[in-house]
């Protein structure tokens, strides 16, 4: 195994969903998927290689609170330039940052689930760095 291949989320409202990962995080989408009566199933997000799968679902949104079992957070790779580009986009769309460290900016999608937008220094980046000096 060498990388991640997808990330699948349900969504009520996929076309919604699909949207403000378009628009307000310029995302591209891949593909879409209907169901055999031709509705809307599923559209897939490029994430330079990982696919974000938003799936079609009839369950209500569960928004994640705090830190439990299971996945909580989808964590997208920025620069600190584009991390700021990004908020001003978001808070221009209506979509407010919940929160902020030195390195992560957290938000909500329209689902409510935890989206952050984080340059923080991976262990590769450390040792490169460290090897350098």
Known sequence: MTRL???AVG???VE???A????ALGLPESARH????????SIWLDLEGTLLMLEQSDEPPRPVRSIGCGPFLIALCVTPDQRVTLEARLLALGHPIESRTLFT???RDPEGNRVALSHYP???ADSSAGSAS
């Open 5 to 7: 291949h997808h990330v």
């Open 11 to 13: 969504a009520q409202r």
């Open 16 to 18: 919604a969903l699909a």
């Open 20 to 23: 403000f990962y378009r628009e």
């Open 34 to 41: 209907r169901a055999a009566d031709g509705s809307l199933r």
């Open 105 to 107: 900016s957290y938000l």
């Open 122 to 124: 991976t262990p590769a």
